[in-house]
């Protein structure tokens, strides 16, 4: 998401109803499970040593792709 686009949501969170403010506090709530979750998984995990797909030694990190590294 682009910078200004969350900051204009951030601004709308202050005329959300009760309601909605709770509902929004659940849904973030998931969301940090999922990240230490990923987290978890990622420390546990080796980094590579081979692609898997062609076996090729030399590899560099790619960014990231639902919460997880990539690697090209």
């Given amino acids: 998401m682009k910078a200004s686009t969350f900051k204009k949501l951030l601004e709308q969170v ?4 009760k309601r909605q403010r709770e509902q929004l506090l659940q849904v973030l709530r998931s969301t940090v499970g999922l990240d230490r979750f990923t987290e978890v998984i990622e420390q546990a995990k080796p980094a590579p040593t081979c692609c898997p ?3 090729a030694a030399r590899f560099h990190r790619h960014g990231r792709a639902h919460g997880l590294q990539r690697y090209r």
């Fill in 14 to 17: 202050a005329v959300l109803s």
């Fill in 53 to 55: 797909a062609c076996g």
